[in-house]
């Protein structure tokens, strides 16, 4: 049978064309996915799996930029507490530290500080601008108020006090942003003008410590007053008392005549510390002569009393028979003393009475030549 040339090739060519057509689909199915082109309609001719991912992409950085713009969240640190206020509602439960989230627009956190916070009331220049917070120091106007009389006196003291993190809510609603000038500020003020009204200003240095005890009761009684206890108060300090000029003056004025009388009581008292010393000297003296005087009539006595007993004892002793006997040694004596000096002299006592007396003649002789 004779081939047909014609159909020969028209066959080799469609071989050819299937196995480019089925070498091109093995390469398309190893090549990565291609980016998505538009057509002619101006939408996205790429592969399902290719438009998934870009809407997941999308998707995110929506959601990023919505994080971004909105916050709906907000970090609470140590020593703060949150209040979550939903359409103008506030929860009666504070939110403690961490990261808390709320819904944009409906709902809202406060962050409200609970740590110990000062607020001072002085009028020195170099504390910074009244009422401007600094790391939890808080700056006011000295206390200007009244004495009993009238005069005007400031009044600069330090109070320290700390917010109730539990009752937290029910103070932010109750009292405002501004809890701290309803609860802390009109309080002292109050407090301060009543306790400095009952005295007159010359006495308000003398009684300082009076003073700032009735201002720390009064505070603290009338914090105590407040429902759901919004604040405790850890210190009241009274660190000065500013009077006016002319009662400074006159203050002054007292208290130099004061220290006056005081220097001259204090020369009299040592002029009659010193006369008294002189006096106990002259006195301790005395009493040493005296007792020495004493003494020696008393050692006088002691000793004539010793010789008159002797001389008692002595005179008790002898008798008739003791005398004759002395009387006889002492005529012994005599005798054996003639031996010796024939010249001598003896005169004998009216009665035989002994001693004898006894005179040497040949000294008295010797004595006259």
């Known amino acids: 049978m004779p081939i047909d040339l014609n159909e020969h090739?028209?066959?080799?060519?469609?071989?050819?064309e299937k196995r480019e057509e089925k070498r091109g689909s093995d390469i398309r199915d190893e090549l990565p996915p291609r980016r998505p082109t538009r057509n002619s309609g101006g939408y996205f001719s790429s592969n399902p799996v290719s438009n998934k991912n870009l809407f997941f992409i999308i998707g995110a950085i929506v959601i990023l930029v919505l994080l971004v713009v909105l916050r709906p969240f907000v970090v609470i640190n140590s020593g703060q507490v949150g209040i979550k206020v939903t359409a103008g509602e506030y929860d009666t439960t504070p939110l403690q530290p961490g990261i808390r989230f709320f819904i944009p627009l409906i709902q809202n956190i406060i962050v409200m500080d609970t740590?110990?916070?000062?607020?001072?009331?002085?009028?020195?220049?170099?504390?910074?601008?009244?009422?401007r917070r600094n790391e939890g120091v808080m700056r006011n106007e000295a206390i200007s108020v009244m004495d009993s009389r009238g005069l005007t006196v400031s009044i600069e003291l330090t109070v320290q006090y700390q917010l109730n993190s539990q009752?937290?809510?029910?103070?932010?609603?109750?009292?405002?942003?501004?809890?701290?000038l309803s609860i802390i500020n009109s309080t002292v003020r109050d407090v301060v003008r009543n306790v400095i009204g009952r005295y007159p200003a010359e006495e308000l240095p003398t009684k300082r410590n009076e003073i700032a005890k009735l201002i720390d009761d009064g505070i603290r009684s009338e914090i105590a007053k407040r429902d759901?206890?919004?604040?405790?108060?850890?210190?009241?300090?009274?660190?000065?008392?500013?009077?006016?000029?002319?009662?400074?003056?006159?203050?002054e004025k007292v208290q130099i005549a004061r220290q006056e009388a005081e220097r001259v009581r204090y020369e009299v008292d040592r002029s009659k510390q010193e006369a008294?010393?002189?006096?106990?000297?002259?006195?301790?003296?005395?009493?040493?002569?005296?007792?020495?005087?004493?003494?020696?009539?008393?050692?006088?006595?002691?000793?004539?009393k010793a010789k008159a007993n002797a001389n008692k004892a002595i005179a008790e002793s002898l008798n008739e028979r003791l005398l004759k006997l002395?009387?006889?040694?002492?005529?012994?004596?005599?005798?054996?003393?003639?031996?010796?000096?024939?010249?001598?002299?003896?005169?004998?006592?009216?009665?035989?009475?002994?001693?004898?007396l006894w005179v040497d003649s040949k000294k008295k002789a010797a004595a006259s030549n």
């Not at 740590?115 to 009422?131: P, Y």
């Not at 759901?228 to 203050?251: D, G, M």
């Not at 002189?278 to 002691?302: C, F, H, M, Y």
């Not at 009387?327 to 003639?338: D, R, T, Y």
Request: aromatic fraction near 4%.
């Open 9 to 16: 090739l028209k066959n080799k060519s469609k071989n050819n």
């Open 115 to 131: 740590k110990v916070r000062v607020l001072n009331f002085s009028s020195t220049e170099d504390m910074g601008d009244f009422g």
């Open 167 to 180: 009752n937290a809510p029910i103070t932010l609603a109750t009292y405002g942003p501004n809890w701290e």
């Open 228 to 251: 759901n206890s919004p604040v405790e108060l850890k210190s009241v300090q009274l660190r000065e008392i500013v009077l006016p000029l002319k009662i400074k003056e006159q203050i």
């Open 276 to 304: 008294e010393k002189v006096a106990a000297l002259a006195k301790g003296e005395a009493e040493a002569n005296r007792i020495k005087a004493q003494g020696s009539a008393d050692a006088i006595i002691i000793e004539a």
């Open 326 to 356: 002395r009387e006889i040694e002492v005529q012994g004596k005599f005798n054996e003393a003639l031996k010796e000096n024939k010249d001598a002299q003896i005169f004998l006592m009216p009665g035989g009475a002994v001693p004898n």
